[in-house]
């Protein structure tokens, strides 16, 4: 096969016209050649850091969508399906992603449950990551969230550091805005990335200490703007990653939009596309092609270096998408769950009291972070309740893996006139997270969720809607585009209901994850996560 076109040059930074013989799956030759080929041919793209199970789709389907916008390679951390299912999850991971062509790196997750503070439905320990680390489907140590371990020298997280090291295996970061001795003494541990920075300042000094600095653009945690203008100088030592991307995003564009938005801010196209594709696969030691001879044929083609519309994705000398279209096929696979709990009763989600006032977790639109506030107590018959008119709603988190009683907080921002939205997506621990205007929605919305053994509702006085995650309760097993539908319709539905955030229930299932502060909410209370401990929902 002879591909011919504008060949894009990333190391040498040069574009010429030229041609690609492959043979076998493989680059045999490069050269320069006259034609009228007006295209161009790059290295695919690659995301540095995702959790694939947040577009909902197990990566099969994944695969099918990703390859149209030019991604033939991830960066994946497995780690909300580990703490569903453990190893056993993370395997279902690498086996899917083995039948088709796109190129799935999954780590060993790091830190299942993400912390101490909340029931899981698994773990996964030292001694199971030195038996994944000694698997070649394992890339690297994924995100070390658990930053206060690697600080305050914890034994079973500095273990796990080693079995990487041991391994010759990078290991990633995640530390918001840690600085100072802190994050000098986080990066001589080992651990090479973060995808966590939200501010230039935060980028800059990790980055001039010797981390790699991923700039993360995803359906909920947007940094780009905040990151971009590092680019110009630090193109060498940063990347690209969606993080989280739900699929109504995913099929709308992938990587290919941030390089569109980073040229038309004005950076140098061959430092984006360093970002974009050399990066990763250098820093992960990945088995993904960098169109040089002899390299695996992972390229594409695109008609411009502005807009990236990609014509074809090839991966492994394999035309797996052309004109919009992709040619990745469905798999058969089986279903696999966690989930254990009985439904719930209008009364279970009562919080008696009679205080005025209370500790409010303040949702930051497109933030992870969030604040904690004091607001006014609304109390109805010895039960703190919602208050639409101030948007203090009450939130609540349900153990899925066990019969327990239901965690309840108040949130502010979520904007909900009526009715409750509900998710089995709650990182990292995956239990029932809602929030609504009345204990009675709630209940209606949490059951909903334990009738389908997973999935994210919508529900009010005249309607329900969910869709169904049967796949550990965070996966479909259809298509994108089914599944990409139906989320846009329930997304729709909840901004209807009075929510005024981009992405509600991408906000929603990042509520109860403590390892990113200020104030969350566990299945096992209300956690501060800036002095790392529970603390007490009313203000006494």
Known sequence: ?????????????????????????????????????????????????????????????????????????????????????????????????????????????SCVPATS????????????????????????????????????????????????????????????????????????????????????????????????????????????????DL??????NMMFCSDDKHPDDL??????QLCERAVAKGVDVFKVLQAACVNPVNHYNLDVGLLQQDDDADFIVVDNLKKFNVLETYINGELVAKDGESFVKSVPFEVLNNFDTDKKKISDFRFDSSVEKIRVIEALDGELVTNQIEENSLIVDGNLVSN??????????????????????????FGLKEGAIASS???????????????????KAVNLIIENRGGVCAVNNTEEKIVSLPVAGIMSDLS??????????????????????????????????LVIPSLKLSDKGLFDGTSFKFTSLEIK
């Open 1 to 109: 096969m002879i591909v011919k076109g504008n060949i894009v040059d990333i190391q040498n930074k040069r574009i010429y016209k030229g041609e690609i013989e492959v043979i076998n799956g493989k680059i045999s030759s490069i050269k320069e050649a006259t034609h009228n080929q007006e295209n161009f041919i790059l290295p695919g793209f690659i995301d540095a850091h995702i959790h694939i199970e947040s577009s909902m789709l197990v990566p099969s389907e994944f695969a099918k969508i990703a390859v149209k916008h030019g991604t033939v390679a991830t960066v994946s951390d497995p780690h909300e399906i580990a703490n569903v299912l453990g190893v056993k999850g993370v395997e279902f991971m690498i086996e899917n992603g083995k039948k088709v062509p796109l190129k799935f790196n999954f780590g060993a997750p």
């Open 117 to 228: 503070f909340e029931s899981a439905g698994a773990i996964i320990d030292a001694d199971d990551i030195k038996l994944m680390m000694e698997n070649p489907d394992i890339k690297y140590l994924a995100e070390m969230m658990n930053y206060p371990g690697v600080l305050f020298d914890d034994e079973e997280v500095l273990k796990k550091i080693q079995h990487s090291k041991n391994n010759n295996k990078p290991i990633d970061g995640h530390a918001p805005g840690l600085r100072g001795d802190d994050v000098t003494k986080y990066i001589s541990a080992g651990i090479s990335t973060d995808h966590e920075c939200f501010s230039y300042d935060e980028a800059l000094e990790k980055l001039q200490k010797g981390m790699k600095v991923i700039i993360r653009e995803g359906s909920a945690a947007k940094n780009f703007e905040a990151l971009i």
């Open 231 to 236: 680019l110009p100088e630090h193109f060498e």
């Open 251 to 256: 099929l709308l564009g992938h990587i290919n």
């Open 388 to 413: 639409t008119e101030t948007d203090v709603l009450k939130m609540t988190v349900v153990n899925r893996y066990k019969n327990d009683v239901p965690a309840i907080a108040f949130i502010k921002n």
């Open 425 to 443: 997506v709650g990182h990292d621990s995956h239990n029932i997270i809602a929030v609504g205007v009345s204990d009675e929605a709630i209940c």
């Open 480 to 513: 994108a585009e089914e599944i990409g539908k139906s989320y846009a319709e329930l997304d729709k539905m909840a901004k209807q209901m009075g929510s005024k955030l981009r992405a509600p229930y991408m906000s929603l299932s990042f509520m109860a994850l």
